[in-house]
């Protein structure tokens, strides 16, 4: 079957054109439009003008994909869309997009929720991936650990209790002066720390994002404080505007030791206790050269086979969307014309539970 999806979530239009075939993808085309060039003048993302750039971008990225697939508009099968979580501007362009290409077509219409879409990521990749399984999302708006039974039911067990881990990057990445979001450049400046030998150079010490409780929960927010007090307090003691390279090197590579240690400790106790035998590492964040290679560390200690989407799919693109979207239309789960956008992750479940009792009362 072929699917046709959108994603629109926050600052990357997306459109992708997926074959599926019992449970295995082939990405015919990916296509992602990024807004952010014009939120880098902000240094954050705009709603409204995220909103409109959707707009503009949507029916050329839809094109594309199509044309990038190859096939013929007939040809589609079914549409997925997010829904939800998000910024409801940039989601309601999609939703109102998919609705009406999948009532011209004739098709189902699949309402897809974001974060399980950075999980799919991992099936298009990973054939042998198969629920049940945990699954950690880490991105600029989330980071939830998830126990994942089967292929639409998402349980959180632990999450973060203020910013999400993305987040902490880009708001750190942007006091060191880095170019939004901070994330990529602070991955690069870690990597330069880590790779230097010098046995004396600078560190910091940082509190850990994981929880001291017996939650699967985070907390970012003392951590980003810690390391934005440490920017100003170097920048006094040197008496400069500009950090010198080094000291920025130690502040990335420190701060990206400490996010990595505390998110190994949740996972390592979480994979212990629930006795999972594989993990999902997804979202944004997921990119991260370090958190990677961490994550991939605990799962071999604790022999548990682990899976993570390769860069391109690890960011929001609508592939992922077109791979969540095919296990819940096998599952019977889909949107009528009067599907909505929902900011919140909870209205969003709300929603989707809704659906899934109407299919298994
Ligand atoms: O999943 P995503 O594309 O959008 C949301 O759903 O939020 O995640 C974006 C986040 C940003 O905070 C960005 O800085 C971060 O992912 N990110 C990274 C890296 N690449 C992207 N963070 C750390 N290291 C990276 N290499
Ligand atoms: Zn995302």
Redesign the pocket.
């Given at each position: 079957m072929i699917l046709f999806a959108i994603e629109s979530?926050?600052d990357e239009t997306s459109a992708a054109v997926v074959k599926a075939e019992d449970g295995r993808f082939t990405v015919l085309s990916n296509i992602v439009s990024s807004q952010i060039a014009i939120h880098a003048l902000y240094g954050g993302v705009v709603p409204e003008i995220a909103s409109r750039a959707h707009c503009e971008a949507i029916t050329n990225v839809a094109r594309e994909a199509v044309r990038e697939a190859g096939i013929a508009l007939s040809e589609i099968d079914a549409v997925a869309v997010t829904f939800a979580p998000g910024l409801i501007g940039s989601l309601l362009v999609g939703v109102s997009f998919a609705k009406s290409l999948a009532v011209s077509l004739g098709v189902p219409l699949i309402p897809v929720n974001?974060i399980e879409g950075?999980v799919a990521a991992a099936y298009i990749e990973h054939e042998e991936l198969r629920p049940p399984y945990l699954a950690l999302v880490v991105?600029?708006?989330?980071t939830s650990l998830y126990r994942v039974p089967d292929y639409t039911t998402f349980e959180e067990i632990g999450a973060s209790r203020d910013d999400a881990c993305?987040?902490a990057?880009?708001k750190v990445g942007r006091v060191m002066g880095l170019p939004y979001?901070?994330?990529?450049a602070?991955?690069k400046l870690a990597t330069a720390y880590f790779e230097d030998p010098d046995p004396e150079k600078l560190s910091f010490p940082f509190p850990s994002p994981a929880v001291t409780d017996d939650s699967y929960d985070f907390s970012f927010s003392g951590l980003k404080t810690a390391v934005i007090n440490t920017i100003h307090n170097e920048k006094q003691r040197l008496k400069t505007d500009t950090l010198p390279d080094d000291v920025r090197r130690a502040i990335a590579g420190s701060f990206t030791k400490t996010v990595c240690g505390g998110i190994s400790k949740k996972l390592s106790a979480a994979l212990k206790e629930t006795g999972a035998g594989t993990l999902v590492l997804a979202?944004?964040?997921a990119?991260?050269?370090h958190l990677r290679r961490a994550v991939a560390e605990t799962c071999r200690r604790r022999k548990t086979a682990f899976s993570v989407p390769s860069l391109p799919l690890c960011?929001?693109n609508a592939a992922m969307i077109a791979a969540a979207g095919y296990h819940l239309l096998s599952a019977g789960i889909t949107a009528d014309s009067a599907l909505n956008a929902f900011a919140s992750d909870e209205a969003a479940e709300d929603y989707l539970a809704g659906l899934r009792s109407r299919h298994n009362p």
């Open positions: 979530s926050c974001h950075h991105s600029g708006g989330h993305g987040e990057f880009d979001p901070g994330g990529a602070m991955d979202g944004g964040v990119a991260n050269s960011g929001d």
